[in-house]
RNA sequence: GGACCCGUAGCCUAGCAUGGACAAGGCGGCAGCCUCCUAAGCUGCAGAUCGCGGGUUCAAAUCCCGCCGGGUCCGCCA
């Protein structure tokens, strides 16, 4: 409802309609800047010069735009009872699909996120990337588009060598869960093979198997890999993540992909030869260093494979988003401008930079890590301390209700904080549930449920909203909640989700300031019924913004 | 050495794309609110040289240059 509204005073500012000067505020609806731009040309006021493009500004199209005026020289624009009216029944028809619309040029988009190496489980770095690539999905999804999501599979990896012959060599606990029996192989062989030349040797063997596709290697890799597989599954299941295909690497030697993206390359002359390996020559990229795809023994790199994987990616969607770590900048840059070279599509990037402990950065291989498994289930212990103290409600709804606070306080966590701002990991603010968490929205969606559910006790309620009786609290509420749509539509134009994640935030609050000032069950008559009415409409926004982020919205806690 | 990211009250963060109305929340601190729809809540108070220095502009947290502090990357690894 928001974005017609903006449209709509767009419309009404005429040929003084720049998008770049309307914009929101605190103290109206929308505003324009456009009178500071003119002041400068027509050296005259801006105050001035708003009056003026007032008294000149066309209304005969437009539905919702209210009254206008000139405040030091910003022209402010507030939203009539009609806009108020519609975006409360709208939300109550619309119910689950309310947030929901097609964007410009919505298409079908690949979201490729976590992707994290099998050799063990997911930590909370990998996680962000999960959190942040889940939630963008879900929001293109919400505007409109048909959404596929992949986890690339970095079967390739040396680090899975290693795990390999560490589940070789040591078996694994099959009393473990499966990636953190297989961590364990693996960390005790990186110990094994440091200073020993001859497993090293073993190591390189065994990646040049597997590349050649050699049965033992094939099945040893495969069994591997997909035992970790399982465990990073079930850890992002338990987060409300999945993933419509697991794309291994290794496929794209196998299906000619790669084959067939050297072929373009050599084509489009950005290749030379260099002691017998294949490079791709940088420099005319601005580039210090080239870039190898293929080694002197006729083997690929993970470069190799990933521009091929996004050959395939420009064969079958129309936009493909890659979440990647910090770490992957220059390479993901050069992937880029590789792609746009040979005349294809690059991915669109959105990095994330590093979780770190307070103790300094996490690695895999030295089982330096908090794990996603451990970080969920100290939080859910947590949250069940807390929903213990709860009277009314069974053991059942208490177990159910802490294992939705806590994955949503933990999703909320690392979304609400901007993908390029480096994070430490802090054990105190991860179990907090207090206000800025998603307790707090999840909290004000069960006390509009739990309202809702008293007005029905007494007698099968009517509600209906009315512009006129709205209290300044109301139609705070009610602006704010009109706005779902273009806040979905800004984080997807700038691929950051953080804005959502406050802005729910925000509707909790003004609910929570709205039912303490404005009593719902007690009010009578006409204003009952429209207070019963915003408090349905805020229900559905909040519970579908919790969908949204991937947090469960909980009727009870 | 080169490149990129971050630096906003004691602490955590929003705002920076498109410069504009008093820099917005939360935690922690202090003072209040449960005979009243769930206190995982509400109200009030205190707390900021927006890292530092220049520049552009009528106007800079926001743009440009330099510096400082923290992180990351610069393999025939992934």
């Known amino acids: 409802m928001f974005r017609q509204f903006r449209k709509e ?79 409360v029944n709208l939300i109550l028809d619309s119910d689950e699909n309310y947030g929901s619309f097609k ?10 996120h976590t992707s994290a190496n099998p050799d063990g489980p997911l930590h909370i770095g990998h996680i962000r990337n999960s959190i942040i690539g889940d939630t963008l999905a879900r929001m293109f999804r919400k505007a409109g588009y048909e959404v596929k999501t992949h986890y690339y599979v970095n079967d390739m990896g040396r680090q899975i060598a290693i795990a390999c012959l560490g589940y070789e060599r040591f078996g694994i606990d099959e009393n473990k869960k499966p990636d953190h029996a297989i961590v364990e192989a693996y960390i005790k062989m990186n110990r094994e ?42 850890t992002l299941h338990r987060l409300n993540i999945s993933h419509d295909e697991y794309v291994w690497e290794s496929s794209f030697v196998r299906n000619g992909y790669v084959d067939r993206v050297i072929e373009m390359l050599e084509k489009a002359g950005m290749l030379k030869e260099e002691d017998g390996a294949l490079v791709i020559n940088m420099k005319r990229f601005g580039y210090e260093k080239d870039v190898v795809v293929r080694r002197k023994n006729g083997t690929t790199l993970y470069v190799t494979r990933d521009l091929a994987y996004h050959l395939w990616k420009n064969e079958n969607f129309e936009n493909f988003v890659n979440v990647l770590g910090a770490d992957h900048k ?107 968490s998603s307790a707090y929205i999840q909290y004000s969606h069960a006390r509009a449920c739990s309202i809702l ?61 709205f039912y303490s000032k404005n009593p719902v069950i007690k009010a009578e008559g006409e204003v009952r019924m429209h207070r019963l009415a915003i408090v349905d409409a805020c229900r559905i926004v909040l519970r579908n913004g919790l969908e949204l982020l991937g947090i469960r919205a909980v009727e009870k806690m």
């Open 193 to 234: 093979i440091e200073g020993k030349p001859e497993l090293e040797e073993e190591v390189e063997k065994l990646m040049l198997d597997y590349e050649r596709g050699e049965e033992r290697a094939v099945r040893l890799f495969r069994e591997v890999v997909e035992h970790a597989l399982k465990g990073i599954g079930e």
């Open 453 to 513: 559910r008293k007005a029905v006790k007494e007698g099968m309620p009517e509600i209906e909203f009315s512009a006129e009786l709205c209290t300044p609290e109301e139609r705070k509420l009610v602006m704010l909640m009109s706005k779902f749509s273009w806040v979905v539509e800004k984080c997807i134009r700038s691929l950051r989700p953080n804005a959502f994640a406050d802005y729910l935030m925000d509707i909790a609050a003004a609910f929570n300031d």
């Open 9 to 87: 005073v767009i419309k009404v500012l005429g040929d003084y309609g720049e998008e770049r000067f309307v914009r929101e505020s605190e103290h109206a609806d929308l505003c324009s800047t456009v009178a500071f731009k003119l002041a400068k040309e027509k050296k005259r006021k801006p105050s001035e010069i708003a009056e003026e493009i007032i008294s000149s500004l066309e209304f005969s199209d437009v539905e919702y735009v209210g009254k206008v005026e000139a405040v030091n020289g910003y022209i402010n624009f507030y939203a009539n009872y009609e806009f108020l009216e519609d975006t």
């Open 330 to 436: 220059l390479i993901g840059r050069q992937l880029q401008d590789v792609l746009k070279a040979l005349g294809l599509k690059p991915p669109e990037i959105v990095f994330f930079e590093f979780v770190s402990l307070p103790e300094g950065s996490m690695s895999t291989r030295k089982g330096q890590f908090v794990s996603a498994d451990e970080l969920v289930e100290k939080v859910c212990e947590e949250a069940r301390k807390i929903v213990e103290k709860r009277e009314d409600l069974n053991g059942e709804e208490k177990e159910e209700i802490a294992e939705a606070v806590a994955v949503g306080a933990l999703r909320y966590d690392f979304v609400r904080i901007a993908p390029e701002k480096p994070m430490t990991f802090d054990w105190s603010k991860a179990l907090d549930f207090e206000r800025q």
């Open 103 to 112: 964007m410009d040029g919505a298409g079908n988009v690949l979201v490729e």
